[in-house]
């Protein structure tokens, strides 16, 4: 009875130590500098953004050809993909679970992901880490495709999209990350991302 009282205790105070660790280490997070690093990626209609110019005038004829054909086929899936960087100025590690995302574009949440980790992504004490943001979108929802400019309007977007993270865009991104206290994971308030 003795023996397993002792055992009891031994494994109360070993969670109360793993999980006085993860909660340091999520504060720790949280103390992080987060911002924008760069656009990893960004298509629609079978086009890389990325290296295809956004003026009309200046794509060519198999370029326009294809947005053409998205724009008939009602294909408004955009996908853009984010780097963002989590610079920790502390002396100890951060880590969380993961982390809800989500892009705003002129005050209005236009897409939103979420990423769910085995292990926890980390910070070491003064250094930083390349946070993955992926988002797909459909740009239907913020460009006029009723008119006869739908393929101008939508060339526009997309080279707005081009300037996220300077600092007059319309965009912004913000972060919530997820806190792993032993085996449960809690999800702690939005953090805005900084313009470059």
């Known amino acids: 009875m003795k023996r397993n009282l002792i055992v009891i205790l031994l494994s109360i105070s070993l969670l109360a130590i793993v999980s006085s660790c993860s909660v340091s ?20 209609a079978g086009l890389n953004f990325g290296t295809t110019s956004t003026e009309k005038s200046s794509m060519s004829l198999s370029s326009l050809a294809k947005c053409t054909k998205a724009i008939s086929e009602k294909d408004f899936k955009t996908t853009i993909g984010i780097a963002i960087s989590a610079d920790n100025p502390g002396k100890r590690e951060a880590a969380i679970a993961g982390f809800d995302y989500v892009l705003m574009y002129n005050d209005k949440e236009i897409a939103s992901g979420e990423s769910i980790n085995r292990t926890d992504i980390v910070v070491p004490a003064h250094g930083s880490t390349t946070i993955p943001l992926n988002f797909t979108i459909d740009i ?30 319309e965009f912004a991104i913000k972060l919530r990350p997820h806190i792993r206290i032993g085996d449960k994971v809690t999800k702690g308030p939005y953090i805005p991302i900084k313009s470059i």
């Open 25 to 44: 280490k999520a504060v720790q997070m949280a103390n992080c500098d987060y911002s924008f690093q760069k656009i990893t990626g960004l298509s629609w």
């Open 140 to 169: 239907s929802k913020v460009v006029d495709f009723s008119s006869l400019k739908a393929i101008e309007n939508t060339l526009h977007f997309l080279g707005e999209v081009k300037k996220l993270g300077d600092a007059d865009t």
